[in-house]
């Protein structure tokens, strides 16, 4: 461009910078747009070079943060210059201005499409620039066979292949189902070995994002990726750029990223130079000074380093080199007293994804006392959070108490955007590795008093659920919260979980004089006034459990409901609470009110919902590169290769690997609950039964980023094919991200039968093809009912004697699992299916049900007496049934609940 060419855009430029205030600015701007609008409004036209003035002097105020809203369509007409430097503006304001949806966009890809066949490789190049910036699905589907063409056809140059790469990958982003497959991709994998660097770095981002999509369409380049990176790192005569001593560093990061997609490979040989690649990289991060003997430079560790970093993300993904595992985790521990911020953060980060593998949990273990140093030192708040990171990924029984209570100190002094996050993850580290359920209780309770404003509800709930179902700790709990609530600067959630605790167990610590009913009551009215209309709400259902517990305190407790501020309170909950609670303990009847507000029973046992919670808080900044969906789809992996691994040959008896067998009995107990979850899919069933019928539905949730495809669910019976009849209704094939799918089941019980029915799922996810198979919630018991009339002791004794001894009596003596409770044990009766007769048995502790299994055959009688040793924590358990195989099935299911 000659030195005079566009004088007048160096003279604005020059007249903005000398103004001396923004309003001159502003005048000046407003002159020249004034000038600018007039010049194309003129009949007589411009030629190109006014128009590429004009248009230039357009591009400079909006990149000052004007609003430019005019002269779109003159810089579109430069595209269709002869001339490179007129050419050259009109794609660089369409790049700039315009967006993928402007309403020019059929103009803009009308001339690119254009210049893409033009024989001058100059405006290939410039149309590739404007696509690669705003192209979108329109333009995709326009241009992308050109595009195409481009890249793999042998005559274009370098640096338009390197274009054209880049082009596709903003086609792969915005359209990926119009990029082909079969001859292409072979042709487009095979570019990562062209001699030219710039293109091996822009198809290795190509190839990156397209096999993140399809990783079995591009399994071709984890061997083409694993050559290259051999000769780069290995081959001392290969070309290619060297960038303070370390051999093209960038590269190596994008080959790294491409393996990473692709579990480990099988051929002997290419594990061997995969292995050499690794161990380079390693090696070359362990050098202090270059090869060639000079004073090293702060760039030459960062390159080095930054390789390293790259590696440990394929090696955790490998996770099957425990040598090179524990020489990355103490190269990664030297880096946690140096001096740059960055370094530390990485350092940390890497040493969390090996605390997470399997193989080299120990060696990131090791540096748990300097990072736990370092958490109290640290000024930096995101390493801060990486340092927490890092404690979570390696606690373990031994150390939780130590890391706990590291963190808890933290909590106090932690930046106020961690402390969620923070709070998560002590309440999930203290239940997951919990030796003394007290220690939890008290490790929650201190969370509640040091950080409440930050203990989500999830939290509160868990430790709740906990208590409930843990009958060694709840007389510790009672006393504890109580305890805690003697603060009256106490915080809410502090009081919401006493109060619940209190209501349900506040009678395990009565008989003590400093925690009596009436101390009870005080207590938690004082801190009425002070609470949330919701939580009043939870106070009052906390008042009418304590006239249940406390007949003495039942008066006072009324004369609470009737006062004026309760009673007719302006909150609509706590008034409606008010009047059905004094109703209810107003009534007559005495039964009612112990049925009504007995003891909650337990919950059913599930994966902690703080999971969840942590989940949506935790940064997926590695998205972009599909490690996240890598993660869930090895997950999967995993599950079905445990399915798989427990085949056996067809002229055995079938053996199949249960994913839910695990505490799967307490289903007996209940109709709904969670099957099975994992990262990318959760199955939940809920069931209803009535006689011999039963309808069971199953809902499978896709809790991950990508569709799930090819999905088929097929129920059966694996023993007594006859017994159970189950009849299922068509299901769609995919379930979306986020969706939902139900099964519906339509149930038969033709016989007793003593296994579940097993339920197999076939998925695919990410283009990995996975087999679940579950037990499904069906039990023998599911079918009982009651008797149409109740028995008295003499019918039930002479039925039990017509039925006599073996075969059709069953006896189990069993230990218990929990303390003995007479309570929670005719409660377990009652939801198995019996109905408990009391003063039929002489000694009031011992239990006797009557039960009738539904089949289409026919009815079955069941009679039941259940004899509890507390001393000896035993159960004996005897039943008797008109059918032996019923009975046998019946009585061993229910002696697994004890």
């Known amino acids: 461009m000659p030195k005079d060419e566009m004088r007048g855009l160096s003279v604005y430029i020059s007249d903005i910078r000398a103004c001396k205030s923004s309003e001159a600015e502003l ?13 194309f409004g003129d009949k007589k036209g411009l030629d190109g070079y006014g128009k590429k003035k004009y248009v230039c002097k357009l591009l400079f105020t909006f990149l000052l943060g004007h609003e430019v809203d005019f002269g779109h369509l003159e810089a579109v007409n430069l595209l269709s210059s002869v001339a490179f430097s007129e050419k050259q503006m009109g794609y660089l304001f369409v790049s700039v201005l315009l967006t993928e949806n402007s309403e020019l966009s059929r103009l803009i890809i009308q001339n690119c499409k254009s210049d893409l066949a033009s024989p001058n490789e100059l ?15 329109e333009m995709a589907a326009a241009a992308s066979r050109e595009v195409q063409q481009l890249l793999v056809a042998p005559q274009s140059p370098f640096f338009v292949k390197k274009k054209a790469a880049l082009c596709l990958l903003r086609f792969c982003r915005k359209a990926p189902e119009l990029i082909p497959k079969g001859d292409f991709t072979a042709r487009v994998v095979e570019l990562i070995t062209s001699p030219d660097l710039g293109v091996v770095t822009a198809v290795a981002s190509l190839v990156l994002t397209l096999a993140n999509h399809d990783p079995t369409e591009y399994r071709a380049a984890q061997h083409i990726a694993i050559n290259r990176l051999h000769r780069l790192l290995l081959n001392a005569t290969e070309e290619g750029y060297t960038y303070y001593s370390a051999r093209a560093p960038w590269i190596v990061i994008k080959l790294l990223r491409i393996l990473e997609v692709f579990p480990f490979p099988t051929d002997a040989a290419l594990t061997e130079r995969l292995n050499e690649c690794l161990s380079t990289v390693l090696a070359n991060a362990q050098k202090h000074v270059p090869d060639s003997g000079a004073k090293p430079k702060v760039n030459f560790f960062n390159a080095n380093n930054a390789c390293l970093f790259e590696l440990v993300n394929l090696v955790v993904h490998y996770d099957n080199n425990r040598d090179l595992q524990v020489k990355i985790a103490t190269q990664l521990g030297n880096f946690l007293t140096h001096k740059e911020v960055n370094m530390r953060y990485l350092a940390l980060e890497g040493l969390a994804a090996i605390g997470e593998t399997s193989l080299a949990r ?29 404690l979570y990924a390696v606690c373990d029984t031994g150390a939780v108490q130590e890391i706990v209570q590291s963190l808890i100190e ?7 955007n961690l402390r969620e996050e923070l709070v998560l993850k002590i309440a999930i580290l203290s239940e997951k590795y919990v030796v003394d359920y007290s220690w939890y209780v008290d490790v929650i309770l201190k969370l509640l008093r040091i950080a409440g404003d930050y203990v989500v509800e999830e939290v509160w709930h868990r430790i709740i659920q906990v208590i409930t179902n843990r009958q060694d700790v709840q007389d510790y709990a009672a006393k504890t919260c109580y305890e805690a609530l003697l603060n009256p600067a ?30 009870q009551l005080q207590v938690l009215q004082s801190h009425y006034p002070l609470l949330s209309a919701a939580n009043r709400a939870h106070l009052l259902t906390t008042y009418v459990k304590l ?11 009324q004369q609470i409901f009737q006062s ?12 409606q609470r008010a009047n059905e609670y004094l109703q209810l303990a107003l009534l007559t009847n005495p039964s009612v009110l112990p049925a009504v507000l007995e003891e909650m029973p337990p919950y059913a046992e599930r994966e902690s919902s703080i999971l969840a919670k942590l989940d949506k808080l935790r940064d997926v900044t590695d998205d972009t590169s599909g490690r996240k969906q890598r993660r869930q789809v090895k997950v999967l992996e995993q599950v079905s290769a445990a399915a798989v691994a427990a085949a056996v040959p067809a002229q055995t008896a079938p053996v199949v690997a249960i994913a839910n067998a695990d505490g799967f009995e307490r289903f007996a107990l209940t109709n709904s609950g969670v099957l099975y979850e994992n990262p990318v899919i959760q199955i939940g069933a809920k069931g209803e039964f009535s006689g011999n019928m039963g309808r069971l539905t199953i809902f499978f949730g896709n809790r991950g980023q990508a569709p799930i495809t090819a999905f088929s669910a097929r129920a059966y019976m694996a023993e007594a094919p006859n017994a159970l009849r189950i009849q299922a209704k068509p299901i769609d094939p995919t379930i979306p991200p986020g969706a939902q799918l139900q099964l519906v089941l339509q149930l038969d019980c033709a016989a007793p039968f003593a296994e579940p029915p097993v339920l197999d799922v076939n998925l695919t996810y990410q283009s990995r093809s996975v087999l679940l198979t579950l037990k499904l919630p069906v039990f023998v018991n ?3 009912g009651p008797l149409p009339t109740p028995l008295g002791a003499d019918e039930f004794f002479a039925k039990w004697n017509q039925l006599g001894g073996p075969p059709r009596e069953v006896r189990h003596i069993v230990k218990s699992k929990v303390p003995i409770d007479i309570g929670h044990m005719r409660s377990v009766l009652v939801d198995f299916g019996f109905s408990v007769l009391d003063g039929v048995d002489p000694n009031g502790n011992n239990a006797v049900g009557v039960a009738i299994l539904h089949t289409s055959a026919g009815q079955i009688g069941a009679l039941l007496r259940v004899e509890p040793n507390p001393s000896a924590q035993m159960y004996r358990l005897t039943m008797r049934m008109s059918s032996d195989v019923a009975c046998q099935c019946c009585c061993n299911l229910l002696a697994s609940l004890f």
Not at 503 to 508: A, F, S, V
Not at 547 to 557: A, D, G, T, V
Request: hydrophobic share 40%; with cysteine.
């Open 564 to 575: 004026p501020n309760i009673r007719q309170s302006g909150d609509a909950e706590i008034q």
């Open 782 to 784: 599911k079918f009982f």
């Open 410 to 416: 933290f909590l106090e002094s932690a930046e106020y």
């Open 123 to 137: 405006f290939v190049c410039l149309a590739l620039h404007c696509i690669a910036n705003v192209g979108g699905k």
């Open 27 to 39: 005048k000046r701007i407003n002159k020249e747009l004034a000038n600018i609008r007039q010049k």
């Open 547 to 557: 006239s249940n517990l406390f007949p003495e305190m039942r008066q006072q407790i």
């Open 362 to 390: 120990d060696a990131a273990r090791k540096h748990q006392a300097t990072v736990l140093r370092l958490l109290k030192s640290e000024k930096d708040a995101t390493v801060q959070q990486r340092a927490v990171h890092m």
């Open 490 to 519: 106490a915080h809410e959630t502090m009081v919401v979980v006493g109060a619940y605790v209190l209501g349900e167990y506040g009678n395990l610590i009565a008989n003590d004089p400093n925690s009596s009913p009436a101390k």
